[in-house]
């Protein structure tokens, strides 16, 4: 006989804003007729309202896995079981994405049928990592549920101290702004560590993540241990016609509020004829005046990618932005996508070696420094690897003979090494 369903006056609550809400499609599932799940569902949702009663939460983690993976499926079992037994076991399941996030509707439909069968038909597209997150497996399900996924062509995603899955915007497929192919540098980079990925050996999580340009779509700089932002290394192209068209439609002091003065270097220059001047050097390619004037300006033609690694939220030091630890890197040929590999390698091997228990890549170079980590990855030092830009314009001179001395004795060392 199936359970009714509960009473749940504060859940409710949460149904009645302008917004959806996830309750009402917790009810959706839970109120189905005839599936396996409908019970489970129920039972969550009672949980749930206990949990907004009680003001705690009542799950606990534990050990589910999948066979030859250790990692990528994440324990969920109830404290409250005894009250709430059907959803005693909540697992979810994370499965790696398309690169892009290019899925067929054929693709969407199979996976769906497949986590109707095995799971609770509750998927999360994507989770914070880029997963895919189906949600509520019980733990003689999981296995079955990842082989019908693996047999369509998935796999599973990481979950644990290991190299998580990675995240790459649309870019290349379909971004005029786009400035390498974000999807073959996550393929290359993923595909190659994916025993790291799969078989949880590292100090802490570790995640890559891949934007086309500085926008970031991906969220790369602030939520991975290693960005890849596309950038250029040339000029900013400008159609001056074009800009005089949005100069004239829009009018001077608008272009000036709204562009010229809004850049961050105050590299624009809004000049007499009504054409643009912008002093290159200085730009450090936040993406505005590009965002704002489309027809007007587009990236450079030198294209390629700056990498920043560090990037994380909240943990032990708090929020951390990546640093750049290589300004500039072309990626068109099938070596320039060798060496992004071969450096991305060198990466996961010195934070494997050099890391603590439960210390992000970002902790690790605070607690290092920034002159060993470069100076680990065999990267030449460059001006532009900055934690935060400069705010004295004075500079001290008077040592510098002395420092550049020690500098090139260090390099000459190493060199006979």
């Not at 809400?21 to 009672?46: I, P, T």
Request: hydrophobic share 35%.
């Amino acid at each position: 006989m199936a359970k009714k369903m509960p009473e749940t006056p504060l859940l409710d609550q949460l149904e009645g804003g302008p917004w959806p809400s996830f309750v009402s499609n917790l009810k959706r599932l839970a109120e189905s007729d005839g599936k396996q799940y409908a019970d489970r569902m129920k039972d969550l949702l009672g949980q749930l309202e206990y949990s907004y009663e009680t003001v705690k939460g009542y799950w606990k983690g534990g050990t589910v896995g999948v066979r030859g993976y250790g990692g990528g499926v994440i324990p969920r079992f109830s404290e409250v079981a005894d009250k709430f037994p059907e959803s005693s076991e909540f697992h979810t399941l994370r499965i790696m994405p398309a690169p892009g996030y290019h899925y067929s509707t054929e693709a969407l439909r199979k996976i769906c049928d497949i986590w109707e069968e095995h799971g609770t038909g509750l998927i999360a597209l994507h989770g914070q990592s880029g997963d895919i997150m189906f949600q509520g497996c019980s733990t003689e399900q999981v296995q079955s549920a990842f082989d019908a996924l693996n047999e369509y062509g998935f796999d599973m995603g990481g979950a644990g101290p290991c190299l998580r899955s990675s995240q790459a915007c649309v870019g290349h497929a379909r971004c005029e702004y786009s400035c390498y192919d974000e999807a073959r540098a996550m393929r290359s980079i993923i595909n190659n560590l994916i025993d790291d990925l799969h078989r949880p050996s590292l100090p802490y999580k570790f995640k890559f993540k891949f934007s086309g340009c500085p926008n970031d779509c991906a969220d790369a700089i602030h939520r991975s241990d290693g960005a890849v932002i596309g950038t250029w290394q040339d000029e900013i192209l400008v159609d001056q016609e074009e800009f005089k068209k949005y100069v004239a439609e829009q009018g001077r002091k608008a272009i000036i509020d709204n562009v010229i003065t809004r850049c961050p270097t105050h590299a624009m220059s809004l000049n007499d004829d009504d054409t643009v001047e912008i002093d290159n050097p200085s730009c450090v390619r936040c993406m505005h005046c590009i965002n704002v004037l489309t027809k007007a300006l587009r990236p450079g033609k030198v294209r390629g990618c700056t990498l920043l690694l560090g990037g994380k939220h909240t943990l032990q030091i708090g929020d951390l932005m990546g640093i750049v630890v290589v300004p500039f890197m072309r990626l068109e040929t099938d070596e320039d996508y060798d060496r992004l590999q071969e450096l991305a390698e060198n990466i996961i091997e010195f934070f494997a070696e050099n890391a603590l228990e439960h210390e992000r890549t970002g902790e690790m170079i605070e607690r290092i420094g920034l002159a060993n980590f470069v100076e680990g990855l065999g990267l030449e030092v460059d001006p532009n690897m900055v934690v935060h830009p400069r705010t004295n314009p004075f500079v001290r001179t008077d040592d510098w003979d002395e420092q550049a001395a020690k500098w090139k004795g260090r390099q000459g060392a190493a060199a006979a090494e």
